[in-house]
């Protein structure tokens, strides 16, 4: 990404009607709109599918999700690959039936396993507080991680709750190019994940950064009919990013699927919900208040800066990533460079960002943004997203 704060400024006068908090309602009147390249219709062409939804899908979408998951008003087609797994056969129960069974340790051991994890805590919600990481091991196919509503992970503020990455040196890597292979396949539904955090900081040797509350890196990844709340990553960064889930090399570069989930007072340097280089996404159904980047000089940084604090909500950089956000409310995510809502920058290739039937509101960019709460370019020429109603 080549946007730097000092040139924000200027930047800032492409924001719509003046503004830089901006409201956009994409389900209603929307500005002009110009079209990416040809070759940039992955996105598009899945907004198109949302568009066209029917009754049934939607109802039977809305069907699977708990009521303070997502928003209960978005009617975006969830595809069959971006739903709730079936878990009524799980390879593993977490708990007795008491909340004391349900332990980080048991969170641990299970995840590491593998399999369709369940648990049973009790009749009540409960919040099990994780003193280490659930780290995904490289050679389980899937792993599935179901709260069924009632299960919160918590980080304490000290620690990133569950992690995956087929090219750690210290797992066995189970293909020759660790970054573009099929499993595992990680999924968290029905689960609230709340103040996680990775402090680890961008350039800090081998380390993977970002990602307080999920680091998924290589194999298959979707969160559906889940909150992420109050979680965080280090401060500064040009490109670090993630309060909630940081995204890295999907396996043919098929998209992270966001379903029906809820993003609220996420904090990091960028992406204050998501993060990303070069991976595509379908954000659906979902919800995103209150997040922020608060990092400071963009990316590159510039000169007496740290670098980072763009992208509110959203951080996105790389190359070949088609974005996708449909049935999605974005309101009051802020950012101290650009994008207060969502920022996107495609290096190289393609790269299109869809904007279907979504609001965004009171969104604000501290220095830079040419649409009301995002900042968006390809090949280094401003874009404005594709809106469809």
């Not at 805590?121 to 780290?135: D, K, N, S």
């Not at 050679?139 to 620690?159: C, P, Y």
């Not at 709340?194 to 970002?210: A, I, L």
């Amino acid at each position: 990404m080549r946007q730097m704060g000092g040139f924000g400024r200027f930047l800032g006068v492409l924001g719509a009607a003046g503004s830089l908090t901006g409201l956009m309602a994409c389900a209603t009147a929307a500005p002009a709109v110009h079209l990416a390249p040809a070759a940039s219709t992955g996105a598009a062409a899945r907004a198109s599918v949302t568009a066209a939804a029917t009754p049934t899908s939607v109802a039977a979408a809305a069907a699977d999700r708990p009521p303070d998951f997502g928003n209960p008003d978005g009617h975006a087609y969830v595809p069959p690959a971006g739903r709730a797994v079936n878990t009524r056969h799980p390879s593993h129960v977490i708990g007795d039936g008491t909340p004391a069974s349900c332990t980080s340790a048991a969170v641990v051991r299970d995840v590491a396993l593998g399999g369709i994890i369940t648990f049973n805590c009790g009749p009540r919600p409960v919040t099990i507080l994780m003193t280490q990481t659930a780290r995904v091991v490289n050679t389980r196919r899937r792993v599935v991680l179901d709260g069924g509503g009632k299960v919160t992970l918590s980080g304490g503020g000290r620690v990133e709750i569950l992690y995956m990455d087929t090219c750690d040196p210290r797992q066995i890597w189970t293909t020759t190019d660790c970054y573009d292979q099929e499993w595992p396949q990680l999924v968290v539904q029905n689960i609230t994940f709340t103040r996680g955090y990775s402090g680890v900081r961008e350039g800090n040797g081998d380390q993977p950064y970002g990602g307080g509350a999920i680091f998924a890196e290589g194999g298959q990844f979707k969160a559906v009919n889940s909150a992420f709340v109050d979680n965080g990553c280090y401060r500064y960064g040009p490109d670090l990013g993630g309060a909630a889930i940081r995204a890295l090399a999907q396996w043919d570069n098929r998209p992270v699927y966001i379903t029906g989930d809820t993003f609220r007072g996420g904090r990091c340097s960028n992406g204050g919900a998501l993060s990303s280089i070069s991976v595509q996404w379908d954000v659906l159904n979902s919800v995103f208040t209150d997040n922020k980047a608060i990092g400071w000089g963009a990316n590159p940084s510039a000169k007496g800066t740290a670098g980072g604090g763009s992208g509110g909500a959203i951080y996105l950089d790389g190359v070949k990533d088609d974005v996708l956000i449909a049935g999605t409310v974005m309101t009051g995510n802020s950012a101290r460079e650009g994008g207060g809502a969502v920022f996107d920058v495609v290096d190289q290739d393609w790269g299109t960002l869809t904007l279907s039937g979504c609001t965004l509101r009171r969104n604000t960019s501290g220095e830079f943004q040419n649409y009301p709460g995002i900042f968006y370019e390809v090949d280094g020429q401003l874009r404005q997203p594709v809106v469809i109603k």
